[in-house]
């Protein structure tokens, strides 16, 4: 029998890990209603602005599954403190440099907080009593929908009141602050994957990554059919038929597509991208229905704070909902939970369809998606780490927070090719049309059905949050103790 550290004050590290999974969506969230000043504050074109959100976008999706990989062979409390080290080392980057190069070098680095949740959420499995550890992991899940719901008010009032400079220092104290908090109230976990690192997998998957993810968040931009369009998607698939082979050789690959492609995994990470297509959707959408202009015939013309506010009650349910959904998940699985939660996303957004009259039912309706996504999203780490060997959590974990940022850059995408497609002008500027809201919403009540379908066929495992854990040998997997 394996014994645990355990940490002495367990509330204490639930909290502050879920401060650090809070930390994550802000970076996603915070620089945002900015962007649109940028061209004028740093003498930068639109186009060259943009790649302050995509810079992130695409180092968070490499450093992810890097970061979770080295942190199940190297300690979990490490690789947080490594991530919340480059946060704040990019945040100061960005704040003092002044100019272009030095905030798309910094927005680049605060990308490396994406790791903290699936890392974090592997810690508290490793670290919590079992009974603790179901609410627990709701809990930080909940906070990526929170955390992107408090970034745009919260980027208003700092940029209003103390300048642009003041988002990157507010997340360097941020990160100063979490590092020392996790050094003091977060044990190490003493489980360790064997093995060397896969450098070689690591820099092909970067590769792979990097050209795909440039497709997704700027086709529309380049043309779908342009020459750097197609050739960057001729280097992704060449770089999978050499990295593939690569990782079903190597004795510990950077990501083990032979636990990735069983049937648990492999069906919870599907399900997972049409989730989080859904659960962005509804902060994309509704934060552009509620800011357009009233002349669109839906709009209601909202600052960016005030956009934010209407998100910010979904946000909230999300951790609200946190207890019941670690309850749910001990009681009944992660499948059932999964189930549920992207139902009742997809009866949502279809009801957001006929209910946009008024700002009541929007907040409403965006609230009910919040509450699928509360539920949908705790069970989907439950559900990963049921399946794969407890030295491997971290970086299965990790990978399924990769494939739903190919959610989110897959939502993003598809929501600006229908604005092209279905616009209305008012006075030269373009926006959603209330056809091409309805048609969104739509997609994504699809998307949800698609994710319930897919959860369906997930097996049912012998393991549930709270179940205590035999390990046995480098390849242990969690097994239920009478």
Known sequence: MATEDRPARPRIAIAVLALCGMATSLQFTLVIPVVPEMPRLLSVS???????????????????????????????????????????????VAAVGGGFVAVLLGRAMQGFAAALIP??????????????????????????????????PLSGLLYGRFGWESLFWFSAVTGVVLVAAVLIAVPESPLRAPGRFDVVGALLLSVILTAALLVLSKGTRWGWGSGLVVGLLGVAAAGLLVWVPLQLRVAR??????????????????????????????MLVTVQQVQAPEATGYGFGLSVVGAGLVMLPSGLAMVALSPLSGALLTRFGGRPVLLLGCSVMAVAFVSRVFLDGNLTAIVIGATAVGVGTALAFAAMPTLIMAAVPVTETASANGINSLVRSLGTSV???????????????????????????????????????????????????G????????????????????
């Open 46 to 92: 639109v186009d060259d602005a943009s790649w302050i959100v995509t810079a992130t976008l695409l180092t968070s999706a490499i450093a992810t599954p890097v970061l979770a990989r080295m942190a199940d062979m190297y300690g979990k409390r490490r690789m947080l403190c490594l991530s919340l080290a480059v946060l704040t080392m990019g945040s100061v």
């Open 119 to 152: 890392v974090g959420i592997s810690l508290l499995r490793d670290a919590l009593p079992p009974q603790r550890v179901g609410a627990a992991v709701a809990l930080m899940s909940a906070t990526l929908g929170t955390g992107s719901a408090l970034g745009m």
């Open 253 to 282: 690959p950077m990501v083990d597509l032979r636990t990735a492609v069983q049937r648990p995994v492999l069906l919870t990470n599907i399900a997972s991208v049409f989730a989080t297509f859904a659960m962005f959707a509804n």
């Open 411 to 461: 939502c993003s995408a598809l929501v600006a090719l229908i604005a092209v497609s279905l616009p209305v002008w008012v006075d030269g500027a373009s926006f959603l049309s209330p056809a091409a809201v309805h048609l969104c919403f739509w997609v994504a009540a699809g998307s949800a059905a698609i994710a319930v379908v897919v959860g369906a066929f997930v097996p049912a495992v």
């Open 463 to 482: 393991y549930r949050a709270g179940d205590r854990i035999r390990l046995v040998g480098d390849d242990a997997r969690p097994v239920t103790l009478a």
